[in-house]
């Protein structure tokens, strides 16, 4: 998974509850993002990072905050937990848009059931 | 990892076959188009890339063929194996440089 990692990779939490996701990354890209999975929908984009102290919105970010205080850190925080965020989380990393590529790269997800 | 139960179409086919997985894309303006990959409790793995001012580009038994007449993508997997059972997605790069996926598609291999 190219240097990503998520942590936790499971929680179970309850309503109204404040969660933080955590992705670190060990190789040093400027870009990262925090996607959603949902059954029907695909990913969806939350927010994403574009440098330390850079973030902007994605597509679904209603309810999520994100901090990025270092390159390899981007924290992603539901301050009031609600049943519709049960999803599957999944961080990702890329570089600037190189010639030809535009990848980015995928953690393992973390899996969050609000009950 | 963790995979959700996605309730998608699927494509089943005979190991050694080919396989063809279509996607339809939706802003005419998009001139980046990938392929991923989604195992089984894994995240999604690029598998190739194509631009808009081409029609075709391979890869390693991969290839994608792109349509923009119809807005219109295909990947090609020649010679199936098992390991390809996987959800495929297609995305693209709307014009704020961010990837819009599709919904994928589940293939099945079966010997």
């Known amino acids: 998974d190219a240097g990503i990692t998520q942590s936790p990779r499971h929680k179970v939490t309850e309503t109204g509850t404040p969660v933080t996701l955590r992705c670190h990354q060990t190789?040093?890209?400027?870009?990262m993002y925090w996607y959603r999975q949902d059954p029907g929908h695909g990913l969806r984009l939350i927010h994403y990072?574009?440098?330390?102290?850079?973030?902007d919105k994605g597509e679904v970010s209603d309810g999520y905050s994100v901090s990025r205080s270092k390159t390899e850190d981007f924290l992603l925080t539901l301050e009031s937990a609600t049943s519709s965020q049960t999803s599957v989380y999944f961080c990702?990393?890329?570089?600037?848009?190189?010639?030809?590529?535009?990848?980015?790269?995928f953690g393992p997800g973390t899996r969050l059931t609000v009950t | 990892g963790e995979s959700v139960g996605l309730h998608l179409p699927t494509l089943s086919v005979q190991e050694g076959d080919n396989s063809i997985i279509n996607c339809a894309y939706s802003?005419?303006?998009?001139?980046?188009f990938i392929w991923y990959k989604q195992e089984s409790g894994k995240g999604p793995q690029f598998i190739i890339d194509?631009?808009?001012?081409?029609d075709k580009r391979q890869g390693q038994r991969v290839t994608v063929l792109l349509n923009k007449t119809v807005k219109h993508l295909s990947l090609q997997i020649a010679a199936t194996q098992p390991g390809d059972s996987a959800v495929y997605f297609c995305?693209?790069?709307?014009?704020?440089?961010?990837?819009?996926f599709g919904t994928g598609t589940r293939l099945q291999v079966f010997p």
């Open positions: 190789e040093n890209h400027r870009y």
């Open positions: 194509i631009r808009s001012n081409m």
């Open positions: 995305a693209e790069i709307d014009n704020t440089d961010k990837l819009i």
């Open positions: 802003n005419s303006a998009s001139d980046y």
């Open positions: 990702a990393i890329s570089e600037t848009l190189l010639a030809g590529a535009y990848e980015q790269y």
């Open positions: 990072s574009y440098g330390v102290k850079d973030t």
